[in-house]
């Protein structure tokens, strides 16, 4: 019971922080009221440079493909940490790299050839510059944007490629994020198909598994042993042997040589890559500020397709722009019991009084003090839950008693699935945004 309660705690506090840090209505959503109600004119005039998070996104797309990537930067509070210029170069070295070799090149046809070929057959071969690394979506939607952007720092310390698995229907949620070219993993690629789903969801029996070969037999670091191709389980329930993908001398021996790799995971594996020596100096010079790179790169990838977008905007002007002061709660239970479950109700109303988040309720009716000339404080909360119970009972609490501030509260919750589907993903990149 204490476990469940400290996570429900974590879990709805770090919403409710996240929600805070969002600068007062005196900027932001006055700016918010104006470029969001107008649907069909996002104000092309605005500067360039400051919808491109400070030389962090590439200048050549089409801002009409999408509309979130110029939009989200002039709505968001001014962020203190500036990505460094070698992070910028980085970047802009990279997006030429996945130009060069990415889906539909010359470069990747030839790399897919050698893929099933035997060892000391040409396969361990990198075509030219152009090495890659393949995501496999894993887990919740929040559990895979934190591995593609573990997977994606890898892949620019390494000079890979990262193509993502485009069955996962990230293709519907977040635009392309390189220009000219496609991050996603072609269908007819090689390793998919046959009887079963495909290669890469066998278990960790996989022959070309690198826990399992380091299980069954250390691999004979030689020439004519390294294979096409090499799968990595980076799960959170990954085996000592898994883990050795985080040692160095494995990198520089053996991992670093494999022309692609393979990579199923649902964890963010951000901070044992600073712990691998030969990456320290490229990741302290593109980030300075350790503690920004998530930051940074999910600025950088991710950004919704015009579809999600429109279902932020019109969510947005329906439901939050009004408000005063906006507040996030995330209910998770991890718990078989599905549905509302009091106990957490009442750690919710506890820890929101405590904290002086949401007010307390008045024991008596108070005198309504508004007028024409003095305006109450609209708070709206924002919940987010697979069961609609705790915001249809926050609702009720504040429609049938009044505040002890005076203040008034609005609760408002997107969606209530009740159970967690891959269906939801549209609403999920919604409530997070």
């Keep these: 019971m204490e476990k469940l309660t400290v996570t429900i705690a974590t879990c709805f506090l770090l919403c409710s922080v996240l929600l805070l840090l969002l600068p007062p209505s005196s900027n932001i959503f006055n700016r918010l009221k104006s470029n969001l109600t107008t649907t069909d004119s996002y ?4 500067p360039r440079e400051k919808l491109l998070g400070g030389g962090l996104l590439a200048t050549e797309f089409d801002e009409e493909s ?4 110029y939009d989200q930067p002039s709505l968001r509070k001014p962020s203190p940490h500036k990505p460094s210029a070698y992070l910028v170069s980085k970047l802009r070295s990279y997006e030429k790299l996945h130009k060069r070799c990415g889906p539909g090149s010359d470069a990747y046809k030839s790399a897919t050839e050698k893929l099933g070929l035997k060892p000391g057959n040409g396969s361990s071969e990198s075509v030219g510059e152009c090495r890659y690394i393949v995501w496999v979506p894993f887990s919740g939607l929040a559990n895979r944007i934190i591995s593609l952007v573990s997977v994606f720092l890898y892949a620019l310390l390494t000079e890979r490629v990262i193509l993502v698995d485009q069955r996962s229907g990230i293709s519907n949620l977040f635009c392309e994020p390189f220009p000219a070219t496609s991050w996603l993993l072609p269908r007819n690629f090689p390793l998919m198909g046959g009887k079963r789903r495909d290669r ?16 069954n037999s250390s691999p004979n670091l030689t020439e004519t042993s390294i294979p096409s191709y090499l799968y990595l389980y980076l799960v959170s329930d990954y085996s000592d042997d898994d883990k050795m993908f985080f040692c160095g001398e494995d990198q520089k ?3 670093g040589e494999v022309p692609w790799l393979v990579v199923k995971s649902n964890i963010y594996f951000v901070p044992s890559l600073w712990l691998i020596p030969s990456f320290q100096t490229e990741l302290i010079k593109m980030f300075p500020e350790k503690e920004t790179v998530f930051h940074h790169l999910s600025r950088y990838l991710l950004h919704p397709t015009n579809k999600v977008w429109g279902l932020v905007t019109r969510s947005y002007n329906a439901y939050l722009s009004r408000a005063d002061e906006r507040l996030g709660i995330q209910v998770r239970v991890f718990e078989r019991r599905a549905g509302y479950l009091q106990h957490v109700m009442d750690q919710i109303i506890a820890c929101t009084e405590r904290e002086k988040l949401l007010p307390e309720l008045a024991a008596t009716q108070v005198k309504n003090t508004s007028t024409r000339s003095s305006k109450r404080l609209l708070k709206v909360v924002l919940v987010t839950s697979l069961h609609p119970e705790y915001s249809v009972k926050l609702k009720r609490m504040f429609w049938e008693q009044p505040t002890s501030t005076g203040e008034m509260i609005e609760v408002y919750q997107p969606s209530e699935e009740r159970v967690n589907v891959q269906s939801t993903d549209y609403k999920c990149v919604q409530r997070r945004i």
């Design 200 to 215: 890469f969801f066998d278990d960790r029996g996989n022959s070309h598994c690198y826990g399992t070969m380091l299980k």
């Design 253 to 255: 021996t053996f991992i």
């Design 66 to 69: 999408c509309l979130s990537r």
């Design 43 to 46: 104000g092309s005039k605005r």
